[in-house]
């Protein structure tokens, strides 16, 4: 086969596996971070020519699981707050946590801590309601929906 069929099939893949071609996932975490892709690869845990290959298209797949799960980390910590920003100060810390992270990836769990969940949440909640309308809504869930109830109410009392 040669070349371009095999990065066009490598593409179609990363569609299939990873929702879009990876190229385009690290091209937006580069921007976000502000980072080169040498940078974002060791923060990654993953060599700079491998991520290059990945994100060409030579390469289908990412082998090693924790590097997904850093590189989706990464995609959730832009959405938080402080990162949001663009504060270098807050773009550092996110990645300096990301890679001191030893993810553990198992069938059960995504390497993402319900504290950076939450993090993400809050803010959209508390953009499209006020405190006492998340709190009414709650009330309104509590009985079918407890858990989601729960944190309407912690989002209201969080500010």
């Known amino acids: 086969m040669e070349d371009h069929k095999i990065v066009q099939r490598n593409l179609a893949l990363q569609r299939e596996w990873y929702g879009e071609p990876l190229g385009d996932r690290v091209r937006r975490l580069v921007v976000a971070f502000n980072v080169s892709q040498a ?36 995609e959730r910590k832009v959405l938080t707050p402080d990162v949001a ?9 996110a990645l300096d946590e990301v890679r001191e992270s030893k993810p553990t990836v198992s069938r059960d769990s995504l390497p993402v801590a319900a504290a950076d969940a939450e993090a993400m949440v809050f803010p959209l909640l508390r953009s499209v309601a006020d405190r006492r309308e998340l709190s009414q809504a709650a009330d309104v869930l509590g009985e079918d929906f407890p858990s989601l109830a729960e944190l309407l109410r912690r989002a209201a009392k969080e500010r």
């Open 39 to 74: 940078q974002l690869a060791d923060v990654l845990g993953i060599s700079a020519p491998m991520l290059s290959q990945v994100m060409s298209g030579r390469r289908a797949k990412i082998g090693n699981p924790s590097v997904l799960a850093r590189m989706i980390m990464l």
């Open 85 to 93: 920003t663009g504060a270098p100060e807050a773009l550092q810390r």
